[in-house]
């Protein structure tokens, strides 16, 4: 009942940056090889398999987690307790992410680049290895209830194939209690509240009625009247209305840069706003500018998960 081996990769393409191939353990080194390379094969299509997911084969099973664009899996006797074997993963991610920088992960090219970090994959998985020691260091109740609460994807063979992977019903059970779905790059929102509800049905509303007056300008704007000035304030209207619903959707989905570009988007919106001065009146003016700035607040403050929940409590 014990680790064998584990494998870190970039989830995006799945390429290779590390990995632990240490068979000394096995009593059957040929199956545990077979084991290794359905984990590779998991590592290349991790990008449509949920964060937290096991794979049960006869001898071996292999765990695994994503975050952050980086995916850890293990292989580890199919009797080796399942919680334990998360709380490795997790150490891993903790110990990965402080001894690397994100920059270089994401920049390397060539596989196994990292594989210099095989020395803290030993230390960690000889602890791990010692049951007595790690049942004294972590609380197994709490870890067995946050599995229970959230339990990990179990891979199919189908999914295994070209075309296959995690579909709504398979994640069913794991979405009901957290925001899953696939692993993004920048990670993922935390469950939608009510503010931002009310900010992404205003920034539409908003968005409407500016691509409306648009459309209302630039049909009055007759070929016998014609005016420079009816077609620019009918694309200021028009471009308005693009900008408030970027707004929705940096509120939905979450960028490395979303807070530079929300400001740049409220920072349209005011300019449209004073190019339009004469076409609309204060209050309209008012509602169109705090819409954009409740908006922006909604971006800057909701709260982005970026790493997987804590195993060791």
């Not at 664009?69 to 074997?85: E, G, K, R």
């Not at 706003?273 to 909701?302: D, K, M, P, S």
């Amino acid at each position: 009942m014990s680790i064998h081996n584990i494998l870190i990769s970039r989830t995006s393409d799945g390429l290779l940056l590390t990995a632990n191939t240490d068979t000394r353990g096995s009593s059957d080194p040929e199956d545990l090889k077979r084991s290794f390379n359905q984990a590779k094969l998991l590592a290349r299509i991790s990008a449509r398999i949920p964060d937290r997911a096991t794979y049960v084969m006869d001898q071996f099973t292999i765990h695994m987690i994503s975050a952050l664009n980086l995916t850890y899996l293990v292989i580890c006797d199919t009797n080796y307790p399942s919680v334990l074997a998360f709380a490795f993963l997790d150490e891993v991610q903790r110990e990965f992410l402080q001894s690397n920088e994100r920059e270089y992960v994401e920049s390397v090219t060539r596989p196994y680049a990292l594989i210099q970090f095989d020395t803290n994959l030993q230390k960690i998985k000889q602890r791990y290895n010692s049951s007595r020691s790690m049942h004294s260091k972590i609380n197994i109740s709490q870890l067995q209830e946050e599995i229970r609460l959230r339990p990990p994807h179990m891979i199919t063979p189908e999914e295994l194939r070209p075309g296959g992977g995690a579909t709504a019903a398979d994640s069913a059970n794991t979405q009901a209690h957290f925001t899953l779905a696939i692993p993004r790059r920048y990670g993922n929102y935390l469950p939608i509240n009510l503010l931002v509800v009310v900010s992404i049905c205003l920034n539409a509303l908003c968005a409407v009625m500016n691509f409306t007056r648009g459309i209302a300008v630039i049909n009055e704007a007759h070929v016998e009247d014609f005016s420079k000035d009816h077609y620019q304030n009918a694309a200021s209207f028009i471009f308005c209305s693009f900008l408030l619903l970027f707004q929705v959707y940096l509120m939905c989905y979450p960028r490395k840069q979303r807070k530079p570009l929300a400001c740049a988007t409220l920072g349209s919106v005011c300019l449209c706003q004073l190019y339009l001065w004469e076409l609309r009146n204060n209050v309209q003016i008012f509602f169109h500018v705090t819409v954009a700035c409740y908006g922006t607040f909604v971006i800057f403050t909701r709260p982005v998960q970026e790493k997987l929940p804590q195993y060791t409590l």
